[in-house]
């Protein structure tokens, strides 16, 4: 006989995961239409009392639009150079038989298993020494490929027949024409998954701008939050929650139209 109670049980146990989840984001919202001192008091208010759009006014007041627009061309390169070099060098892994193609995964294996924090020091030399610090260039080239995003690539293209290639071939068809005109349609998933995953990492990358950019004219959005809502005395919590609020609309947006292709590139990539 089966358990009717087990699908109720079900949905209550994803309710209260999903209020847990978009809980904060409630507050978030909420809280960047009250006051600093509404902010501030104990016990914290849930609903505001007075509800303001001064945050956001002040906000605005700032050069909110070059913040935003460094870190929506910052994430757009970074995310479009991902998608083109590591489905390339996925795709080579996965299909074509080359010297040391072995030993390249394996070092794409390695790099894996690198912290980022190892490479950190190193990379910002390199970008001194070449003359890029505090230019938007320094912000995008060090990320323009990812070793998880071509190994990604390379398990989703495992999972496509062999044979397409080998009839591309037989067809005529060149090697690039092969890959552009065969396998990369199909990668569509794939795309999503990565596209998605690396937008959401660059677009909240903080740590390499704050050490690379040195003027307002180069700051992406999570650094320029975190230094105009800090004063001498205490932080902004209302400029910070409003600027917060900003900042997660794109990559919401972002996900809600990839969703369904997310999720399908995150089962396919994992059947191989």
């Known amino acids: 006989m089966i358990d009717r109670r087990r699908p109720v049980l079900t949905y209550i146990v994803l309710t209260v995961f999903l209020l847990l989840v978009i809980t904060p984001f409630v507050w978030m919202l909420l809280g ?25 006014r002040r906000l605005f007041e700032r050069p909110f639009g070059r913040y935003f627009q460094n870190s929506a061309v910052v994430a757009i390169a970074v995310t479009a150079g ?4 590591s489905s390339m060098f996925g795709y080579a892994l996965a299909h074509l038989r080359f010297p040391f193609q072995r030993t390249l995964f394996l070092l794409v294996l390695g790099c894996l298993m690198i912290p980022g924090l190892v490479t950190f020091i190193p990379q910002y ?13 320094a912000l995008i080239l060090p990320f323009l490929v990812q070793p998880f995003s071509v190994f990604l690539m390379r398990q989703f293209f ?13 067809d005529g068809v060149g090697e690039i024409a092969i890959f ?18 690396t937008f959401l990492g660059s677009w909240n990358n903080f740590l390499w701008p ?12 999570p ?27 794109p990559i919401l947006l972002v996900f809600l139209f990839f969703q369904r292709y997310f999720i399908q590139g995150i089962a396919t990539t994992g059947i191989k």
């Open 32 to 56: 960047s239409l009250k006051t600093q001192g509404e902010l501030l008091r104990v016990p914290p208010t849930w609903l505001p009392e007075d509800p303001t759009w001064d945050n956001f």
């Open 82 to 85: 991902n998608l083109f070099f």
């Open 125 to 137: 030399v390199l970008v001194v020494n070449l003359g890029l610090a505090n230019t938007i260039p």
């Open 158 to 170: 495992l999972g496509l027949p062999r044979e397409l290639l080998e009839a591309g071939r037989i």
């Open 180 to 197: 552009f005109r065969i396998y990369l349609p199909l990668a569509g998933p794939a795309f999503a998954t990565l596209g998605i995953l």
């Open 210 to 221: 704050l050490v690379v950019s040195s003027s307002e004219s180069t700051y992406t959005l």
């Open 223 to 249: 650094v320029a939050l975190a230094l105009i809502s800090t004063g001498q005395n205490q932080t902004d919590y209302g400029l910070l929650l409003a600027g917060a609020t900003l900042v997660v609309l």
